[in-house]
């Protein structure tokens, strides 16, 4: 089956630098994605790995190992801004040549002063 | 600014009526995509359509439908809302093909079903 997994809640300090987990066992693999989502608002994209490694993009970075099915997003120098939820979402190869992506639950970050 | 809007950031309606959320966007996008939004359960698909007139059910499509007879407008429809419809309903757009084809979603549409 399709399963995405990542922690509900994660609490940091500002200025610190916090580590969000996700597994995923999916029927196929074509990338992975991680948005950022605010309370009431939509998802925006932060981030894209379709190859082992590490994606740096200003103090966000991805990481993507595709053997363990395993990513991490990682957020560095924290601000009290970064408190969002963040999901980890995967692209199978189902719907036609293109995939769809498959969602994590997310994980609500707060920081703290 | 490209842009996915939807119409009607906030709805309540009753058992049993028709309800009609549109999505609109301005990026000539080929995909676009309906999700629902629920505390513990994350984003989960409805429904997509890869093109004109063409779609395709997702993870969740009991009790909806959808429309694209435009490329640019992408509309979900309950027949006859029921109380587990009370969600915040997303819609994404994306272009064509694979690799990075990131998802531009709209605002929502927070659903309350009475």
């Known amino acids: 089956g399709q399963n995405i997994d990542q922690p509900t809640e994660m609490t940091a300090t500002e200025g610190a630098i916090v580590q969000i987990n996700c597994t995923y066992q999916t029927s196929g693999f074509n990338g992975l994605f991680w948005y950022q989502q605010h309370a009431g608002e939509a998802p925006t994209f932060l981030s894209y790995n379709v190859l082992d490694g590490l994606e740096e993009k200003g103090r966000f970075s991805s990481f993507l190992s595709r053997s363990k099915g395993y990513s991490y997003l990682l957020l560095k120098e924290l601000q009290m801004k970064d408190s969002a939820s963040y999901l980890c979402?995967?692209?199978?190869?189902?719907?036609?040549?293109?995939?769809?992506?498959?969602f994590g639950k997310g994980t609500k970050l707060s920081v703290k002063p | 600014d490209v842009k996915v809007t939807q119409s009607s950031r906030y709805l309540v309606k009753r058992t049993g009526e028709k309800v009609f959320l549109e999505c609109v966007q301005d990026?000539?996008?080929?995909?676009m995509f309906w999700y629902r939004q629920d505390p513990g359960l994350g984003l989960r698909l409805i429904y997509f359509s890869y093109d004109v007139k063409m779609k395709e059910k997702g993870d969740i499509p009991e009790g909806y439908s959808v429309s694209r007879e435009k490329k640019e407008r992408f509309s979900l429809i309950l027949e006859s809302a029921s109380t587990n419809q009370t969600s915040m309903y997303l819609c994404?757009?994306?272009?064509?093909?694979?690799?990075?084809?990131?998802?531009?979603f709209g605002a929502g549409s927070r659903l309350t079903v009475l």
């Open positions: 979402a995967v692209r199978d190869y189902g719907g036609g040549s293109q995939g769809n992506l498959i």
């Open positions: 994404a757009s994306s272009p064509a093909g694979s690799g990075a084809n990131v998802l531009t």
């Open positions: 990026m000539d996008h080929e995909n």
